[in-house]
């Protein structure tokens, strides 16, 4: 056993701050090292001298100076009842105000990607009755292979935007 | 001054830690009573504590005061209040070192200035000790308080929590936010430098 790696050990010891394990070793090894042993008594003496010295009493105006000082601070505004509780809980608050965003966000996004506004529906029948009219005609439904809108799920391939298109 | 020696048992009389947690919790929701109950569990080992580094009894009554002030402003945000203990030391040790640094900058007494004596308002007055032992007793206590002070400061106060506060090592990790290891070595080098200090000591009484 390497004496000088295991006087931190010791030291510990004395502290009672050692793992039931490794003060068994301890002990072991310094019921067979006279020079381990003396180290540990030379400690535990001054342990003893050290904790000998007698604590300071606690002046009472230290009290008093906390006291004086809290009482003279203005009284801290009241919370505005649970909500304000709440809202004061300091770990709460960022996470509600994000909750919020959130909440704010998702509806805004749900409004414009799902749900259609009064003039998109509109815009919308007009391409359903174009889609109508051109699959009903075989010579338009022809144009509308080659048009790039085609590609695009438009069964009639023919912009409704535009008012003139060139056909083959 | 207390007949109640430094680094008493482990096990402390005075409520649960149920019973504790309790306390913090009230305080934290404003209850004044209760923070004087704090107050009156902790105040005089944190005294101690911070004379023991700071070497001077007026700084460490200014120390002790600021140390729970600052704790009625903070305790809401504590967490956990558990680790109340804990958190109350590391407040304490920042305050002391606040207090070393400011006294650094302003170039007032240094933490190793001579002058400075931990034990000077100390006389033994234990009625068995004959007026030789007093002085010995006093000098003694001089040269362990100097070695203290001579000590790096991190080294210092792991060491007082450990000696004088009784704390674990593992309850010190908590307080300083260093590791075991760390804090084992630390421990063991403060040690040999007080044993040092007082080997010189009596090796130069006759």
């Not at chain 1, 050990?9 to 701050?17: P, Q």
């Not at chain 1, 003060?23 to 001298?49: G, K, M, T, V």
């Not at chain 1, 709440?86 to 998702?106: D, G, K, M, P």
Request: with cysteine; glycine share 4%.
């Amino acid at each position: 056993m390497n004496c000088r790696k295991m006087r931190t050990d010791i030291i510990a010891l004395l502290d009672e701050s050692l793992g039931e394990v490794p003060a068994s070793r301890i002990r072991q090894h310094l019921q067979s090292c006279p020079a381990c042993f003396h180290f540990y008594e030379e400690q535990r003496n001054l342990d003893r001298l050290l904790k000998s010295e007698p604590q300071l009493d606690l002046p009472v105006r230290i009290w008093e100076g906390i006291e004086s000082r809290l009482l003279s601070r203005p009284a801290p505004a009241p919370p505005l009842r649970w909500f304000g509780a709440l809202f004061e809980w300091a770990n709460f608050r960022y996470a509600f105000a994000s909750a919020i965003l959130l909440v704010i966000v998702s509806v805004a996004v749900f409004r414009v990607t799902v749900t259609p506004r009064p003039e998109d529906e509109q815009l919308l029948a007009e391409i359903r009755a174009y889609q109508v009219e051109v699959l009903g005609n075989p010579f338009l439904k022809e144009i509308g292979r080659e048009n790039p809108f085609y590609a695009f799920g438009l069964r009639g391939g023919k912009n409704p935007f535009n008012s003139v298109r060139s056909t083959k | 001054m207390s007949s109640t020696p430094a680094g008493s048992p482990r096990i402390q009389s005075g409520p649960s830690h149920e019973q504790l947690v309790e306390v913090v919790v009230r305080a934290q929701k404003g209850s004044f009573d209760d923070f004087q109950k704090l107050y009156d569990l902790y105040a005089r080992a944190i005294y101690n504590f911070i004379w023991k580094l700071v070497g001077s009894t007026e700084d460490a009554e200014d120390l002790t005061q600021e140390t729970f002030l600052k704790v009625h402003s903070e305790l809401r945000r504590l967490r956990d209040p558990s680790q109340f203990r804990f958190w109350l030391y590391r407040i304490a040790r920042n305050e002391v070192y606040q207090k070393l640094r400011r006294k650094q900058r302003s170039s007032e007494v240094s933490i190793d200035d001579e002058e400075v004596s931990y034990y000077n308002f100390l006389p033994d007055q234990s009625p068995d000790l004959d007026p030789e032992r007093q002085v010995l007793s006093q000098e003694l206590q001089d040269v362990i308080g100097k070695a203290l002070r001579d000590l790096p400061v991190k080294y210092r106060d792991v060491f007082v929590l450990a000696v004088f506060q009784n704390m674990s090592y593992e309850d010190i990790t908590k307080v300083v936010g260093r590791s075991l290891l760390s804090v084992k070595t630390d421990i063991y080098r403060a040690r040999l430098a007080v044993k040092e200090a007082v080997n010189k000591y009596t090796r130069k009484r006759p």
